[in-house]
């Protein structure tokens, strides 16, 4: 079965999303507001609860997404970019995908993922485990060269930290991601800072996989 993002289609989901938020204020009047939030979705045989995009956390930005969803009898997809980007162009990307999968198990579940994402790179794609615990994989993946046809204003590089897990025959996977021009990367100008590679990876660790009964 092809584990890959298929050609969006937009349809109702049947699953509810739930967003239980608790805010934070910092003590100076100076410090910015900003929000712990965490989604939880009901995905076939499991409960996800996952952190929401990095761009979301400030006060101010936690309206700031447009959202992709498909549902199918055994896969789903649920993708978010901020406001200011399309689908076919986007720079930041955080996606949510579930699929049915009786006959494969978690090794098999991670080679075809990889696989897809490497579809879209025309060079060597780079990946290393961040955490392999409790049924549970974090890992970051890197493509340094991306497709000519994925290529959109001049953005040809791609970094990303996947998450994938298993419940029963339930398997997720969860993808942030960044597009930006290769000649960046190692600079000040990639969105791929220090920080931001520290803040994503503790986010998809925190992320929780569990069974829905």
Same mark, same amino acid.
Not at 19 to 38: C, D, L, W, Y
Not at 173 to 197: C, F, L, N
């Given at each position: ?64 997404? /447009?959202?992709? +969803?498909?549902? %199918? &009898? ?8 901020? =406001?200011? @980007?399309?689908?076919? !162009? ?14 494969? /198990?978690?090794? +098999?579940?991670? %080679? &075809? ?8 790179? =025309?060079? @060597?794609?780079?990946? !290393? ?85």
């Amino acid at each position: 079965m092809n584990i890959g993002v298929t050609k969006h289609t937009w349809v109702k989901l049947s699953v509810a999303i739930i967003f239980m938020i608790a805010a934070t204020v910092p003590q100076t009047a100076q410090a910015e507001e900003s929000f712990k939030m965490t989604q939880v979705i009901k995905l076939y045989d499991g409960m996800l609860h996952y952190p929401p995009p990095l761009w979301m956390k400030a006060k101010d930005k936690i309206s700031d997404f /447009d959202v992709f +969803r498909k549902q %199918e &009898e055994n896969t789903f997809t649920f993708e978010m970019i901020p =406001k200011s @980007q399309e689908f076919n !162009s986007w720079t930041n990307i955080y996606g949510v995908y579930a699929w049915r999968l009786p006959e494969y /198990d978690l090794k +098999r579940f991670l %080679e &075809e993922s990889l696989h897809a994402l490497s579809l879209g790179c =025309k060079k @060597q794609a780079n990946s !290393s485990l961040v955490a392999v615990e409790d049924g549970r994989i974090v890992m970051t993946y890197h493509c340094p060269a991306l497709a000519d046809e994925v290529v959109c204003n001049g953005m040809d590089a791609e970094s990303g930290f996947l998450y994938l897990s298993q419940v029963n025959s339930t398997f997720v996977k969860v993808y942030q991601a960044w597009r930006y021009e290769s000649k960046h990367m190692g600079t000040d100008q990639s969105p791929m800072t220090r920080d931001v590679i520290a803040e994503a990876a503790e986010d998809m660790k925190s992320i929780q996989f569990t069974n829905a009964q």
